[in-house]
């Protein structure tokens, strides 16, 4: 699966940069709403402000969007660098009206959690760190260095000290938990994001797999009668032209080569025709196809199918998708990883369900981490450090693409360790690993079976 590793976006990368028309565009309506703050203090509540200033501060976020629209293209993408400059200076124009406005007296102060709210996502956490201690230093300065808040009749407007001081408090902790929590949100729906585009990966790249094991097979099948004939041919005519040194040994080079293509064909693929009939196989040789390429690992792989309590006796047939096996085989691949000599996958079904249960008799799941498999980019199943596989970090992304693929199609996954699953037979205490039960209802994964069921009819052909 490791092939299949997104690489983790950086903050300076290209596609985390973010569009200048989109920080002009809210920086006007910063604009738009200081202004009309502005106009409300003085005629609404007629206080005695300076106006002059402060629309000196207004006018320079108006000449720097105004510079930004003329002098740089709509599509122009901000560096990290860039933006966290752009941010800073909002930040600093905020101050400064907080200033000429009566500091942190003044209700707006809030506001200034806005800069670090939204660069946190966007940015690095060097830089949102930065930009929140930068934010956290102008509301200290605020406490006291400010222009008092007046009204026309020369009353001081201010709040009393402990409100202040719980207004710097507040404004703090909103800096910091509202900064770390829009971080933390948006680097997990990167992860999600980024697992679920390598999901779609690994069953793309299965799906060619098979149509491609389709397209060799009906090669193999539609090549056999006119190679057989090309044999038959080339050995009549070795017969017939014995007395000719030249031409029969072009004869009979002709049939060794038949036989050559013959065998190359056999070799890619399984002999047979890719028709209807090979999409769904009894749910015995889709379980061990889907492990055949950890059979030869070193461990031994033991398997059991049989039916359930109450269920019938003919073992059902399930649909060769591709979802299915790249799932199973990812299930299958951290068994063997993880176990010390053996590993049990075993099948049962009933009536109204089929069970793969896949088991090691490895260390098993962290207890503390077994509500939180199958998330992505988790790391090592032990926090010991394995010196035979140092490169290995499983449980993470092969485990969610195994839970995904297998939850599209239809299943439910549980996750236990062998000693606390409770549902182990007395003869099987050598399975104390890690268990994980795959259940899907019968009707979802099994081929149509019973008096309803259709001819297959002709074989479609593999398009691209």
């Known amino acids: ?148 808040l007046r009204t026309a009749g020369g009353e001081i407007l201010h709040v009393p000290q402990i409100f202040l001081y719980g207004t710097w408090v507040a404004i703090v902790i909103a800096v910091v938990f509202l900064g770390v929590y829009s ?10 994001s980024e697992a679920l585009q390598a999901t779609q990966m690994a069953l793309a790249r299965e799906q060619k797999l098979t149509d491609l094991g389709g397209v060799v097979a009906a090669a193999a099948h539609e090549l056999g009668t006119p190679l057989a004939t090309i044999k038959l041919t080339s050995a009549e005519l070795a017969e017939e032209l014995a007395g000719d040194d030249d031409l029969h040994a072009d004869a009979v080079l002709i049939n060794q080569q038949a036989d050559r293509c013959r065998d190359i064909l056999r070799s890619m693929g399984r002999a047979g025709k890719d028709d209807l009939h090979l999409r769904t196989a009894p749910l015995s040789a889709v379980i061990e196809e889907a492990a055949e390429p950890h059979v030869d690992r070193g461990k031994t792989i033991h398997f059991d199918h049989a039916p359930g309590p109450g269920g019938p006796l003919e073992q059902p047939g399930i649909g060769r998708r591709p979802e299915i096996i790249h799932g199973l085989r990812n299930l299958v691949q951290n068994a063997v990883d993880f176990a010390r000599g053996h590993v049990w996958v075993e099948s049962r079904w009933s009536e109204d369900s089929i069970t793969v249960r896949i088991m090691d008799d490895g260390r098993g799941f962290p207890p503390h981490l077994l509500g939180r498999i199958g998330d992505p980019l988790m790391r090592r199943r032990g926090r010991a450090f394995d010196p035979r596989r140092p490169e290995y970090e499983g449980m993470g992304l092969g485990l969610f693409i195994a839970k995904t693929l297998l939850e599209r199609s239809g299943a439910e996954l549980s996750f236990a360790n062998g000693h606390d699953a409770g549902r182990l037979a007395p003869g099987q205490t050598a399975r104390t690993g890690a268990v994980v039960e795959v259940t899907w209802p019968r009707a979802r994964i099994v081929a149509g079976n019973g008096p309803d069921r259709r001819a297959l009819g002709k074989n479609p052909p593999i398009r691209a």
């Open 183 to 192: 971080r933390w949100i948006v680097t997990e729906m990167r992860a999600m």
């Open 1 to 148: 699966m490791t092939e299949l590793s997104p690489v983790p976006a950086r903050a300076d990368d290209g596609d985390t940069w973010i569009r200048l028309r989109t920080l002009v565009l809210l920086r006007w309506w910063a604009i738009l709403g200081q202004v009309s703050a502005l106009v409300v203090a003085q005629r609404l509540y007629d206080l005695d402000l300076e106006l002059g200033l402060c629309y000196l501060a207004i006018g320079a976020s108006v000449i720097s969007n105004v510079v930004a629209g003329f002098v740089f293209p709509e599509n122009r993408r901000l560096s990290e660098r860039e933006t966290r400059l752009v941010v800073l200076f909002d930040m600093l124009q905020l101050g400064l009206l907080l200033y000429l406005t009566g500091g942190l007296n003044n209700p707006f102060s809030i506001l200034i959690v806005g800069p670090v709210t939204v660069s946190a996502p966007a940015l690095s956490p060097r830089s949102t760190v930065f930009l929140g201690a930068m934010s956290i230093a102008i509301v200290t300065l605020l406490i006291f260095f400010h222009l008092p």
